[in-house]
């Protein structure tokens, strides 16, 4: 199963999953250890905060995406998407999966956004209002 991880120096997780524009592809099965099997580099409006839903993306390809911390409309974004959305506390990637997996991954709080997001499209494909 394919696992995409948001980082912003290609070695630990990135704090806000919606912004984060460096993800590291692993490929993991239960009881195996992760391997990296790429890279994914978004550019500045592909970035999945500003990325609507109804056109492909190359998060596309991955079952789950492992961030920091990410608000209500980037996990609905993601579950429109059929990517399951994981926030984490934990920092390194491979402890991450390997906790996916076990089931003992320490979620991350939701964090606090200084603007509002609608449920609906908001004219731009965005989800946002500003």
């Not at 120096?9 to 692993?26: E, N, Q, S």
């Not at 579950?79 to 997996?101: H, Q, S, Y």
Request: aromatic share 6%; no cysteine; net charge negative.
């Amino acid at each position: 199963m394919k696992f995409a991880v948001g980082t912003k120096d290609f070695a630990t997780i990135a704090t806000h999953g919606g912004r984060t524009r460096r993800f590291l592809v692993y490929e993991a099965e239960a009881g195996t250890d992760p391997v990296e099997t790429g890279r994914i580099e978004l550019g500045e409006q592909e970035v999945l905060h500003l990325y609507g839903d109804g056109r492909p993306h190359p998060i596309d390809a991955v079952r789950v995406v492992v961030t920091g911390s990410s608000g209500a409309g980037f996990v609905a974004h993601m579950k429109r998407r059929g990517i399951e959305p994981v926030t984490t506390t934990e920092t390194d990637p491979l402890r991450a999966i390997r906790g996916w997996f076990a089931g003992t991954l320490e979620p991350a709080p939701e964090p606090a956004h200084p603007h509002e997001h609608e449920d609906g499209d908001g004219g731009d494909g965005s989800g946002h209002r500003h």
